[in-house]
């Protein structure tokens, strides 16, 4: 939908839908979720929009690649009910996230980095760098406080001992699980490459290789994708940023 619509001029749903790709029910959709400013009515009852609301549209539709549905939503909800310092607070927690988002990653790398090829026989159970070892006693850890450590629920880590990425050993005397030094970093491997939006069965051949201390290049390709994902949800949130100030200028 072009900018030069003039202020005055009405358009109809389906006039809205069609210049962005959407179903006139994505329209209503959006404005019974706020996402658009009411629309006004004719004396029948249909109802009719605004160039204002087609800014809102391509405001919210910009918005969405680099925040996530569920957060434009809130953005506009909050700038159409007259929160512009709401909307600029969800703002800064995306971008908060990509920063803590790249850190994850650094830290994965960081971590590869300081991997270094062992022995045959040690392979697959090396010592864990510094910056992702726990703090264990000599036997290592229980799964309780390796799970409070990574900030999730032990269960999530017995899921992830189904699906091969971490393989604690069993007390002799108490049959609880153990986590060594190489579990807990396979562990925290784990945790960033969930963090940075992979599958359990993605990680799994990655953490193989980890293990391995050698061929990483599949590890490599994923942390080259890791960069290009978190490059494109930057510029995302820039395109989202010029087209909501459009709309806010649009607003008055």
Same mark, same amino acid.
């Given at each position: *939908? $072009?900018?030069?619509?003039?202020?005055?001029?009405?358009?109809? #749903?389906?006039?809205? !839908?069609?210049?962005?790709?959407?179903?006139?029910?994505?329209?209503?959709? =959006?404005?019974?979720?706020?996402?658009? #400013?009411?629309? $006004?009515?004719? #004396?029948? $009852? =249909?109802?009719?929009?605004?160039?204002?609301?087609?800014?809102?549209?391509?405001?919210?539709?910009?918005? /969405?690649?680099? &925040?996530? &549905?569920?957060?434009?939503?809130?953005? *506009?909800?909050?700038?159409?009910?007259?929160? +512009?310092?709401?909307?600029?607070?969800?703002?800064?927690?995306?971008?908060?996230?990509?920063?803590?988002?790249?850190?994850?990653?650094? +830290?994965?790398?960081? +971590?590869?980095r300081d991997l270094e090829p062992t022995t045959a026989h040690e392979r697959g159970r090396e010592s864990a760098p510094a910056a992702l070892t726990a703090v264990s006693g000599p036997?290592?850890?229980?799964?309780?406080?390796?799970?409070?450590?990574?900030?999730?629920?032990? !269960?999530?880590?017995?899921?992830?001992e189904r699906a091969g990425l971490v393989r604690p050993h069993r007390d002799p005397l108490t049959g609880y699980r153990v986590y060594d030094e190489a579990d807990v970093r396979d562990?925290?491997?784990?945790?960033?490459?969930?963090?940075?939006?992979?599958?359990?069965?993605?990680?799994?051949?990655?953490?193989?290789? /980890?293990?391995?201390? $050698?061929?990483?290049? #599949?590890?490599?390709?994923?942390?080259?994708?890791? &960069?290009?994902?978190?490059?494109?949800?930057?510029? !995302?949130?820039?395109?989202? +940023?010029?087209?909501?100030? !459009? =709309?806010?200028?649009?607003?008055?």
């Amino acid at each position: *939908m $072009g900018r030069n619509l003039q202020s005055g001029e009405r358009l109809r #749903p389906v006039d809205l !839908a069609r210049g962005h790709g959407l179903s006139t029910q994505a329209v209503r959709n =959006y404005e019974e979720a706020g996402i658009l #400013p009411a629309a $006004g009515r004719t #004396p029948h $009852g =249909y109802r009719t929009y605004t160039p204002l609301h087609a800014g809102a549209l391509r405001a919210f539709l910009a918005l /969405v690649p680099g &925040h996530g &549905h569920r957060t434009a939503t809130s953005i *506009m909800r909050a700038v159409n009910q007259g929160a +512009a310092d709401e909307a600029f607070r969800l703002i800064d927690e995306s971008h908060a996230q990509l920063l803590e988002d790249r850190r994850t990653l650094q +830290a994965v790398e960081s +971590a590869l980095r300081d991997l270094e090829p062992t022995t045959a026989h040690e392979r697959g159970r090396e010592s864990a760098p510094a910056a992702l070892t726990a703090v264990s006693g000599p036997g290592g850890t229980f799964i309780g406080p390796l799970a409070d450590q990574l900030g999730i629920r032990p !269960a999530t880590l017995r899921k992830w001992e189904r699906a091969g990425l971490v393989r604690p050993h069993r007390d002799p005397l108490t049959g609880y699980r153990v986590y060594d030094e190489a579990d807990v970093r396979d562990a925290r491997l784990a945790h960033q490459l969930r963090r940075g939006g992979y599958l359990l069965e993605q990680i799994a051949p990655l953490i193989a290789q /980890v293990r391995a201390a $050698g061929g990483l290049e #599949p590890l490599e390709s994923a942390l080259r994708d890791w &960069h290009g994902r978190l490059s494109a949800r930057g510029r !995302a949130m820039l395109a989202g +940023a010029a087209e909501l100030e !459009a =709309y806010l200028r649009e607003r008055g």
